[in-house]
């Protein structure tokens, strides 16, 4: 890989709490991969190639990618999908939406998502906002709708 990864130590994960802690992690990334697969299917005519489900080994993101248009993949407009299991940002695992590049104008999101805009600009929905009744494939794909309907509406952007 262009970049190190930072060491990890496996020892502790036999622990009770470890095991409880990778099998909640486990669910969360199963739930993703479904509503991702979902969204892939619903909305992957309006991307120029086609989206895949991947796991990005530099964040452990479950995540996928609509390039809205041709050329170079960093000016073009595109959204960015996917589950963070935690970082610096948020110590618990979250949705998020990325319209790419960020929008100046950040409207009022749909609830649950919020706007996250310190050291990136993404809807998000952390996992404590998240309850048994949340529908993510809905929560999803409001976020990438607005998000799409943001991107569009940017002038300065290639149509």
Not at 11 to 19: E, G
Not at 110 to 122: E, G, I, N, R, Y
Not at 124 to 142: E, F, N, T, W
Request: with cysteine.
């Amino acid at each position: 890989m262009p970049y190190d990864l930072p060491p990890v130590d496996y020892a502790d994960l036999a622990s009770t709490k470890s095991a409880a802690a990778l099998q909640t992690l486990g669910a969360w990334y199963s739930q993703a991969q479904v509503v991702l697969d979902y969204l892939v299917a619903e909305f992957g005519a309006m991307a120029v190639t086609q989206p895949t489900v991947r796991c990005w080994p530099h964040h452990y993101d479950l995540a996928t990618l609509f390039v809205l248009e041709e050329g170079d993949p960093e000016t073009v407009r595109s959204i960015g999908l996917g589950l963070s299991p935690g970082d610096e940002s948020y110590a618990e695992p979250y949705f998020y939406c990325t319209p790419w590049p960020p929008p100046n104008a950040l409207p009022e999101p749909p609830a649950p998502l919020c706007w996250h805009t310190k050291a990136f600009t993404s809807l998000v929905c952390p996992a404590s906002r998240i309850d048994q009744q949340s529908d993510l494939g809905a929560i999803l794909k409001a976020g990438a709708g607005l998000a799409r309907a943001m991107l569009q509406a940017d002038n300065s952007l290639q149509t």
